[in-house]
């Protein structure tokens, strides 16, 4: 069994970087495709980023795109989220997942295709 757990998490200014870090304990999701997801209070969890299991192919939420990078280090079975010119928007708890069921090719920004799920990290924007 997957287990994942994020960090990197934080209080920023807005207008401020972090970047989060996902990585796995026991065995390795390098075949698998990655993402990472966010919910904010009284809001839906949604897809903010994807990566395909070589890293090759990557897929953005509108909101984050050209602000946020995904990317993983195989040797160290880690999943990064580069994030900046944070705003108060992006205040939530982040997750990272993995999409353990189907093809490491293909992303996906369906929550339900993501079976394996960390605990979370908050990332807090300040205004």
């Known amino acids: 069994q997957v287990q994942l757990v994020e960090s990197g998490g934080g209080l920023v200014q807005a207008g401020g970087s972090l970047r989060l870090a996902c990585a796995s304990s026991?065995?390795?999701?390098?075949?698998?495709?990655m993402g990472w997801f966010r919910q904010a209070p009284r809001k839906e969890r949604e897809f903010v980023a994807g990566i395909s299991w070589s890293g090759a192919k990557t897929l953005y939420a509108d909101s984050v795109k050209g602000r946020f990078t995904i990317s993983r280090d195989g040797a160290k079975n880690t999943v990064f989220l580069q994030m900046s010119s944070l705003t108060s928007e992006d205040t939530a708890v982040y997750y990272c997942?993995?999409?353990?069921?189907?093809?490491?090719?293909?992303?996906?920004?369906?929550?339900?295709?993501?079976?394996?799920w960390g605990q979370g990290t908050q990332v807090t924007v300040s205004s």
């Open positions: 026991g065995r390795t999701f390098n075949g698998y495709t």
């Open positions: 997942a993995v999409d353990s069921r189907r093809s490491g090719l293909v992303i996906t920004n369906m929550r339900t295709a993501y079976d394996i």
